[in-house]
């Protein structure tokens, strides 16, 4: 036996105190979550300072939830950041021991393109988003190829200057653009 197999092995028979929490998680193990008459619970609270055996106390649960061929998995804060990454190996925890866990990981994936879609710059009124702007770019590359069309797409992709507010009506040719005010000298 590896001194590590010793030092857990010691640890587990030195468990001290806690015998009845650990008693009820057990108990409850044996429950039926459907009876009406004592259900088993769903969710057990395990709160305290630092060093009281809080850690040890789960581990000491979810040997017994093995030891009665229950689904275990366990995430610890210092190993995910943030609900969606501790979900997901949860998830992926439970799919090693139960096998792919399907629907999640379609909330998942579903999940993911929403943040993603939110994450977009949506476009101020008055601006054109990404995705057109690349389009009719496409499109005026496209129609430069056209004989004599040349001069009407350069206009149409002048580069604009922020803030410039005339820019639309010179590349659509509906406004009239304005000249600077003289300065005096």
Known sequence: MSRGALIRQRAKTRFVGRRAQLALFTENLSKDPLSEEDPAEFLFHVRGVGGVGKS????????????????????????????????????????????PCREFDRAVEQFRREQAAQAEPAPVE?????????VTQAALGAASLIPGAGVVTAMATAPRGRGDRGAARRTTGTGRRRRAPELPG
């Open 56 to 99: 040890t106390l789960l581990r000491q649960w979810q040997e017994a939830a093995r030891r009665a061929d229950a689904v275990t998995a366990v995430v610890d804060e210092n190993d995910v950041h943030g609900v969606q990454q501790a979900l997901i190996e949860l998830a992926r925890q439970l799919a090693d021991q139960t096998g």
């Open 126 to 134: 008055g601006e054109v988003s990404m995705s057109s702007r690349v």
